[in-house]
Every structure is written in C-alpha cells, then in structure tokens.
C-alpha cells in the first residue's frame, strides 16, 4: 500500500512531462507511467523546442528528460525549467553513463539519472521518489559517483564561512513551506501572494544559498540552521 502521507495519489497524481527523442524508449517509458494511477502524463516532446512549449504550457511536478535531442541537448531544458518553474523536479533519462553527464545536471538542478534499458530502471518509482523529496539514481552509476563525491562536488558546495546575503524574513517563510512540500500555488494561498511572487522569492533564495534546486535550498538550510 502507498502510505496516504506521500505525494502521489490516486485522486491527486504526480504530473510528469516526458521529452525523449528515441520513439522506442519513449513509447516503453510512457506506458510504465500510464500504467500507474500515482502517476498523469501531461504530455510527451521530441525537441529542445516541444520541450520548452510543454514546459511552458503545463503546470506540472517532474520533468523526464533525456539529453540527447536532436536540437540541443536535455542540459538546456534542465536549466530553461528551474528558471521559469523553480519547484518542478527533473529526472534525466540517458543512453550516457558517466559520471561527467550526470554531475552536470545535478550541477543544473536535476534529482534524477536513469541510464536507459538498465535492469535497474524503474521510471514510475524515480517519479515518485523525486516528487517526495528524495533522489534517483541507478544504483551503479551511483556508485561510481560516491567514489568521487569529495572531489566533484565539494568545490561547487556553498561555503559555510562565506559571508551571504541573509534572507528576508517573507523568504524564510517561504523556505519553510517549501520543506512541508507544498507547491507555489499552495505557498501562495497560504501567503496571500501570487504563485509568480512565490517563485520570485524562490530565485531569490537560489541565488543567496547559491543553490539550484528545491532540495538543494532546504538541505543547506538546515544544515545552517535557518529552519
């Protein structure tokens, strides 16, 4: 049973973008989340372009994005995404497993890298754990990439004695509905602002914690004791 605590219901279902250019891998990809009633495909893209368009019309929670596109590269929607929708997660889905790739977007804001046709792919799970705050990686580029975690991220980690701009107290609110999981929209009811407010605060708190993603901002936040 899926315990009712967790974001991905039945009655209100993870809403997931696929942009993928292999029509094979696509087509596999789609029917596993179709499959799964956690789950709503909103609508699946080819391009850098049919990704921006989706991006642009759909309110949704998690983008699978492969980084192989035959007009860019998957890198281009990961950023283009966190710009206009901050709190949406990206998961990457790619034929490339090195440890360059998948740090890359990491660096970029993603919280996902599925290595196509692993034994270990599992996309309806990834949505699901991404969506919950967690993280999906398959297990043997993970691996790979604890062995060179000191080396790879510490550098690009934000510095705990570097002065920063502290965040306005509108901002430490919003931080803190961000770590109970709630949307822009939600955050904004809850503020009596804007969605498009909420997710100006959001960009303001990315850029002051010199953080990219979501889990990113509450993980550094706690650690600095800000919640």
Request: proline share 4%; net charge positive; hydrophobic share 45%.
């Amino acid at each position: 049973m899926w315990p009712g605590f967790l974001v991905g219901q039945v009655e209100k279902p993870v809403r997931v973008l696929l942009v993928d250019d292999d029509a094979h891998m696509s087509r596999v990809i789609a029917n596993e989340l179709l499959a799964d009633l956690r789950i709503d495909l909103l609508g699946q893209g080819a391009s850098v372009k049919e990704g921006r368009r989706l991006i642009s019309q759909h309110d949704f929670d998690v983008l699978l994005v492969d980084l192989n596109l035959g007009d860019g590269t998957g890198f281009t929607l990961i950023e283009h995404m966190k710009a206009v929708r901050p709190m949406a997660e990206a998961v990457v889905i790619s034929a490339m497993e090195d440890e360059q790739h998948a740090l890359r977007a990491f660096e970029l804001g993603a919280t996902g890298y599925l290595v196509k046709n692993s034994w270990f792919g599992n996309f309806p799970q990834a949505v699901l754990q991404v969506a919950n705050g967690g993280a999906s990686i398959t297990p043997n580029l993970a691996r790979r990439l604890l062995s060179k975690f000191d080396s790879a991220v510490q550098p690009g980690r934000p510095q705990q004695n570097k002065a920063r701009e502290p965040l306005s107290a509108r901002e430490k609110d919003v931080l803190k509905l961000i770590a109970a999981g709630n949307t822009s929209n939600e955050i904004g009811a809850r503020l009596t602002i804007s969605a498009q407010t909420v997710n100006t605060h959001i960009k303001n708190m990315y850029r002051k914690l010199n953080v990219r993603s979501r889990a990113q901002a509450v993980s550094f936040a706690v650690s600095q004791g800000l919640l």
